[in-house]
Every structure is written in structure tokens, then in C-alpha cells.
């Protein structure tokens, strides 16, 4: 069953989602090099602490941390820990969550870390961000859930290959009903799957998290003997966006972007629905 929201619970979500940026805030202006991954956890627990929320990461299925830190080869799950210090060159994807009264937010994204990233990295982070763009500007009433996937996929297929031959959408990972709880149903393909259908009509109150996950290489994982830490097979590097979104009346609210996704929105002709929190 897919959980259909009231005005009232997206307002929720939305402080939950507000809570999720300030940790994006305060995470990229730490990710720096010499920072170590723990570090960045600790400056994610203390916004949290600060706003009055709760984690929602740590302790979820045994999850130690407040965040996830996936840096370079890593997709998705990196653990936080004294040993990652982050070096001038690294792109590192952090991936934060937040509760405020048992509603969630969730978001994440890849920074660079100090300078001289090779082109082809800043073209996969661009690339990875605007195709989540593309999947929210097509989370329109009476959409379908495949439309998302298909704006995604497109906007990937769209753009001039990599100097690594092609960009691997990752298969194995996806976006996610959010609510009540961090994942919920549907799950949400990055790529159009004809053994999936069309998926869920697209009506107000769903709430999603939509978010890409694309290499420079293969679109195949593996998971380390930690049970978290997703890499790609063949160890290319890898980016990570996402937002949470939640559909109303008026179009898309990105709960997690500060401005509602109202400038990002608007590159597609899409109105992003106003603030509930005024």
C-alpha cells in the first residue's frame, strides 16, 4: 500500500526535510580535505541535535552512523569512520536523513572535495543531478510511477558519453515511498524495467524520494563484507542525488531543498508548489 499524505503531514515532512538541508549545509562546508568521514558524522548529529529531530540512519538495521559517506568507488552506505580522511581530489556522496515527529526527510549529494577534479567527475555529478531534476519535473498528477523513471533514464541516455565509454545507471539501488517510514512503497527504478509496468498512478499526497545513482562504468555493485558499503564492480567512480519530494495539488514540493525546488523547477517549466511552512 502506498501512503497518501494530508496538507497537514506534508507540512510535517517539510520540517523534517528543512532539517535535511541544514545537514547538507553544514556537511559541505566540512568535507574538506584532511576531515575525516566521523567528522562529518559528528557535524550531522550536532545540526540534528540542534533542531530538535532525530536520526533516522543510525540504528536502522543496525546502521552505526547518522549519515552515509560514499567516497569515489563507493555507490551508496559508506559507514563514517576515523580511517576515510577525505584528499584533494575526492568526490564523496553524503546522504542524510532527519525525523520530526515520526515524519522523515531524506536527501542526499556528491560535493567535491579541495580542487582539480578531472572533467569527466564534474560531468558525472551534473549529469547525476540534473537527471534527478528531469525525474522530479515529471512527478505530475496523473503521471505515472514509470514516467519518473523514463525522464531519468532519458536525461542519462541524453548526454555525450564519458571518457570512460558510458555512464552505468545503478540498478540494484533506487528511489522510495517516504513517510512514516524512511522507505516505504513504491520503489522507484532509475531506468525503465517492462517487468515493472507503469507502476503507481501519481496523485496528490504521494510522497517520493527519487534518487539517481550513475558511474562512469558498469551499472553493477557489490556489497563489502560490512553488509553496507556498496561499490561498483569495476570500481569506477560514482555520484548520488537525491531529494524528497511531495506531490500536491499545486505540482511537486521538494521537501528537502530550501527553496521548495522552485529556481531548479523552473529550468523545466514546472511551478513548484509553495511553502506549507509560509
Same mark, same amino acid.
Given at each position: 500500500m502506498v501512503q497518501i499524505k494530508t496538507p497537514e503531514q506534508i507540512a510535517k515532512m517539510r520540517e523534517a526535510g528543512l532539517v535535511v538541508a541544514a545537514i547538507h549545509a553544514a556537511t559541505r562546508e566540512a568535507a574538506v580535505p584532511g576531515a575525516t568521514t566521523k567528522d562529518l558524522d559528528e557535524v550531522a548529529r550536532k545540526v540534528i541535535a540542534d533542531h530538535g529531530a532525530k536520526s533516522n540512519f543510525l540504528g536502522y538495521g543496525g546502521f552505526p552512523a547518522t549519515i552515509c559517506t560514499s567516497v569515489n568507488e563507493v555507490v551508496v552506505? $559508506? @559507514?563514517p569512520d576515523e580511517k576515510t580522511v577525505l584528499k584533494d581530489g575526492d568526490i @564523496?556522496? @553524503?546522504d542524510a536523513g532527519a525525523i520530526i515527529d515520526?515524519?522523515? $526527510?531524506?536527501a542526499a549529494y556528491t560535493a567535491f572535495v579541495g580542487t $582539480?577534479?578531472?572533467p569527466e567527475l564534474v560531468e558525472l555529478s551534473r549529469v547525476t543531478e540534473e537527471s534527478m531534476w528531469a525525474g522530479i519535473a515529471a512527478m505530475k498528477v496523473n503521471n505515472r510511477l514509470v514516467d519518473i523513471s523514463?525522464? @531519468?533514464e532519458s536525461y542519462i541516455r541524453r548526454q555525450p558519453r564519458p571518457a570512460t565509454g558510458k555512464y552505468g545507471i545503478i540498478e540494484d539501488y533506487g528511489g522510495h515511498g517516504i513517510g512514516t517510514e524512511m522507505h516505504m512503497d513504491p520503489h522507484l527504478l532509475n531506468y525503465v524495467s517492462r517487468k515493472r509496468g507503469k507502476g503507481i498512478k501519481l496523485v496528490p499526497g504521494v510522497c517520493l524520494a527519487i534518487e539517481?545513482?550513475?558511474s562512469l562504468g558498469t551499472a553493477q555493485t557489490k556489497v563489502l563484507a560490512d553488509e553496507w558499503t556498496v561499490l561498483t564492480t569495476d570500481g569506477t567512480w560514482s555520484s548520488h542525488w537525491e531529494h524528497s519530494i511531495a506531490l500536491t495539488e499545486q505540482g511537486p514540493l521538494v521537501l528537502t531543498a530550501p527553496d521548495c525546488g522552485r529556481a531548479r523547477l523552473a529550468q523545466y517549466g514546472v511551478e513548484a508548489a509553495p511553502d506549507p511552512l509560509g
Open positions: 552506505h $559508506g @559507514i @564523496i556522496s @553524503i515520526g515524519w522523515h $526527510g531524506d $582539480g577534479h578531472a523514463k525522464a @531519468i539517481p545513482m550513475v
